[in-house]
């Protein structure tokens, strides 16, 4: 298990680098200028300058070298002096936005926690919703129970959330006034009172995201309890006299939660991706939002380190689905 | 010897397009998805002929109206008809999924047929499937849409320009799936006892591919192209609602679902229809693929 973990581990480094000189190359390609910002009347030297000043004037590799060195080795210092109080990253060149000019990474870190609220919130009330319900359409399936939980589902998977959203926002917001459409991320959280308008701004998004969430995990749930309700070891067990509740909810849930973990992390980096329209529809100033607005501003560094986040969650959440199987199931041997 | 009824013999075995048929008729779900999936089509694209006002009209003085007989769904803030924008955006959102299937299932399964067939490809190419797969799909997207939309306008003007770049970006972020499934079912076929006779007559590889293999995986295929236009719709309506679609006064359903939240506070309704025709062809897709998963698959078919 040990060497396969320090394996596929091992696998991870090549395919990151390699997905990051994918970015790095895409990026390459724009035709957007970062200077299309800066004033007409600025004349053309001081704006080639200017261009110099932003690393442009380097090949690519060059770039893509300092980019990485950058982004691998001087942000962890930075992390550490951060955590320690040392100074290992005195004087050393950050990747920096070309909109703000200051880190990006101090500007992820500013606009993670919002993100984290609501997408985390919503992950962890989707798989508490979607449980039960997938053990119960499985227990009794076909039952009317169970074909209003496959057409919900299908609903979930079908509505986009940038209708979702709209709809509750229409419903909540604008006809019943019950809900801000608007998240205020400024807001904070110190008393009750202004614990309930917290709680009160993130119940739309929540319910959006949860929705989809709950509709693909209650599939597989459901999935997964079927498959092992019928297997030999719920007949002894039911033989040798256990309570239908401890053989469901003991011996058969256990074993049909294996998949599902793993699922569930599998879940983690797209709700990520997923939650850039949420984000836009509700206004929530998260990473999602933030690589919008880098998009439409041409900055590249920013572009660069968030889609390489995303790629990262995906590849890391990959890394941790496979070891959990392993680990979870002793039946899967890897060596 | 000739009280054995004739009926009896003559009767044909029944063939195995009228088994799945049989399947099919049988979920319901997918019955009645196949029905409003064909309706939105066949509203979609007949209905311009009998529905005449233009798409991109203009009547100032008609503007934000309600729903009447004259405008059915109503007119948008420059008095352009609804409903003929509705079939107009129908017309492109549908068109880009069908379109984006269509490459990505053709990508899909050449990888998945090259990979597992031939053994020396299998790892190159499953490798390089696990790299899309760990690539930020929506993030890259957008970055795709935002690089190569002037070049392609300047190449094929601004309409055709970006169905071209939406097809293509949806195509090659899509077919992974589909190459997984084609791989696993060729591994398992081209053991089969036909393949090895087909092999000992001389049969060439490529043709042993076209008249042996592919017929036989065409319904995992067929069930990924079911969900590939789900897929490819809600994709193209996510890009136009981020504002990186098609153009402003080219109208698609995620566009027109964007434009009207302009106007949420004001006229809500307006959000409906575009929404509900998203939602309501990916969801007979959907079923329609569901339906179509247990009528291919012989041993749900049997029961």
Same mark, same amino acid.
Do not use: C
């Given at each position: 298990m040990l060497q396969f973990t320090v394996r596929r581990s091992m696998l991870a480094v090549p395919t990151l680098l390699f997905i990051s000189l994918v970015i790095f190359l895409l990026l390459e390609l724009a035709p957007g200028d970062p200077m299309a910002q800066v004033p007409l009347t600025v004349p053309q030297e001081v704006k080639e300058k200017m261009r110099l000043a932003l690393g442009l004037g380097e090949p690519v590799h060059?770039?893509?070298?300092?980019? #990485?060195?950058?982004?691998?080795?001087?942000?962890?210092?930075?992390?550490?002096?951060?955590?320690?109080?040392?100074?290992?990253?005195?004087?050393?060149?950050?990747?920096?936005?070309?909109?703000?000019?200051?880190?990006?990474?101090?500007?992820?870190?500013?606009?993670?926690?919002?993100?984290?609220?609501?997408?985390?919130?919503?992950?962890?009330?989707? #798989?508490?919703?979607?449980?039960?319900?997938?053990?119960?359409?499985?227990?009794?399936?076909?039952?009317?129970?169970?074909?209003?939980?496959?057409?919900?589902?299908?609903?979930?998977?079908?509505?986009?959330?940038?209708f979702s959203g709209v709809l509750v926002i229409v419903i909540f917001s604008v006809n019943l006034g019950w809900f801000p459409s608007i998240y205020d991320t400024t807001?904070?959280?110190?008393?009750?009172?202004?614990?309930?308008?917290?709680?009160?701004?993130?119940?739309?998004?929540?319910?959006?995201?949860?929705?989809?969430?709950?509709?693909?995990?209650?599939?597989?749930?459901?999935?997964?309890?079927l498959d092992n309700l019928n297997q030999d070891y719920v007949r002894t067990a039911r033989a040798k006299g256990l309570g239908e509740r401890v053989v469901v909810m003991v011996h058969v849930l256990r074993n049909s939660m294996i998949p599902v973990v793993t699922v569930i992390a599998l879940g983690i980096p797209s709700i990520f991706g997923g939650a850039i329209i949420t984000e836009q529809v509700f206004k929530v100033n998260g990473i999602g939002q933030l690589l919008i607005g880098a998009i439409q501003a041409n900055d590249l560094p920013m572009v660069q380190t968030l889609t390489f986040i995303f790629a990262f969650l995906i590849v890391f959440f990959n890394l941790i689905a496979d070891i959990l199987y392993g680990i979870l199931d002793p039946r899967i041997r890897y060596d | 010897m000739t009280d054995l009824s004739d009926a009896e013999l003559?009767?044909?075995?029944?063939?195995?397009?009228?088994?799945?048929? =049989?399947?099919?008729?049988?979920?319901?779900? &997918?019955?009645? *998805? &196949?029905?409003?999936?064909? /309706?939105?089509?066949?509203? @979609?694209?007949?209905?311009?002929?009998?529905? /005449?006002?233009?798409? /991109?009209?203009?009547?100032? !003085?008609?503007?934000?109206?309600?729903?009447?007989?004259?405008?059915?769904?109503?007119?948008?803030? %420059?008095?352009?008809?609804?409903?003929?924008?509705?079939? +107009?955006? *129908?017309?492109?959102?549908?068109?880009?999924?069908?379109? &984006?299937?269509?490459?990505?299932?053709? %990508?899909?399964?050449? @990888?998945?047929?090259?990979?597992?067939?031939?053994? $020396?490809?299998?790892?190159?190419?499953?490798?390089?499937? =696990?790299?899309?797969? &760990?690539?930020?799909?929506?993030?890259?997207?957008? @970055?795709?849409?935002?690089?190569?939309?002037? +070049?392609?306008?300047?190449?094929?003007?601004?309409?055709?320009?970006?169905?071209?770049?939406?097809?293509?970006?949806?195509?090659?972020?899509?077919?992974?799936?589909?190459? !997984?499934?084609?791989? *696993?079912?060729?591994?398992? %076929?081209?053991? !089969?006892?036909?393949?090895?006779?087909?092999?000992?007559?001389?049969?060439?590889?490529? !043709?042993?591919?076209?008249?042996?293999?592919?017929?036989? @995986?065409?319904?995992?295929?067929?069930?990924?192209?079911?969900?590939?236009?789900?897929?490819?719709?809600?994709?193209?309506?996510?890009?136009?609602?981020?504002?990186?679609? $098609?153009?402003?006064d080219f109208p698609t359903w995620g566009r027109l679902l964007f434009d009207a939240t302009d106007y949420l506070q004001q006229y809500p309704e307006r959000v409906f229809w575009p929404g509900m025709a998203i939602s309501l062809s990916v969801l007979s897709v959907n079923y329609l693929g569901d339906g179509l998963r247990d009528a291919l698959d012989p041993r749900v078919r049997g029961r």
């Open positions: 060059v770039r893509f070298w300092k980019w #990485i060195v950058q982004f691998f080795w001087i942000e962890p210092q930075v992390l550490m002096d951060h955590i320690f109080g040392t100074t290992f990253s005195e004087g050393k060149l950050r990747v920096v936005s070309w909109q703000t000019r200051s880190p990006v990474m101090e500007i992820v870190i500013q606009r993670i926690p919002q993100t984290l609220w609501v997408v985390g919130v919503a992950y962890i009330v989707g #798989i508490l919703i979607a449980i039960p319900i997938g053990i119960y359409s499985a227990y009794r399936q076909y039952s009317v129970f169970d074909q209003a939980g496959t057409f919900i589902s299908m609903v979930g998977y079908s509505v986009p959330p940038f807001h904070v959280v110190n008393d009750w009172a202004s614990f309930k308008v917290q709680l009160n701004q993130m119940i739309m998004p929540v319910m959006v995201l949860a929705l989809q969430i709950t509709a693909q995990i209650s599939r597989f749930m459901r999935a997964s309890m | 003559i009767k044909p075995p029944r063939s195995q397009k009228r088994d799945v048929w =049989d399947q099919f008729k049988s979920h319901r779900g &997918a019955m009645l *998805g &196949a029905f409003v999936f064909i /309706t939105i089509v066949a509203v @979609v694209f007949l209905g311009p002929f009998f529905w /005449t006002i233009e798409a /991109t009209h203009i009547d100032i !003085r008609a503007r934000n109206q309600g729903p009447s007989w004259a405008h059915p769904f109503g007119t948008d803030q %420059l008095g352009r008809d609804t409903f003929a924008r509705m079939m +107009a955006g *129908g017309q492109t959102s549908i068109s880009v999924g069908l379109a &984006a299937m269509g490459l990505s299932l053709v %990508l899909g399964t050449f @990888v998945g047929v090259l990979a597992g067939f031939f053994r $020396f490809l299998d790892g190159p190419l499953m490798r390089l499937t =696990d790299l899309f797969l &760990a690539l930020p799909i929506l993030p890259l997207l957008l @970055v795709m849409m935002l690089l190569f939309r002037e +070049a392609l306008n300047g190449a094929f003007g601004p309409e055709t320009g970006i169905f071209i770049l939406i097809v293509t970006a949806i195509g090659i972020t899509s077919w992974m799936p589909t190459a !997984r499934i084609v791989r *696993g079912d060729v591994l398992a %076929l081209k053991e !089969r006892e036909f393949v090895l006779s087909a092999r000992s007559i001389g049969t060439k590889n490529s !043709r042993i591919i076209t008249r042996h293999i592919l017929p036989n @995986v065409l319904s995992p295929i067929m069930v990924s192209a079911t969900l590939g236009i789900a897929n490819a719709i809600i994709t193209e309506s996510a890009l136009s609602f981020l504002g990186l679609g $098609f153009p402003p």
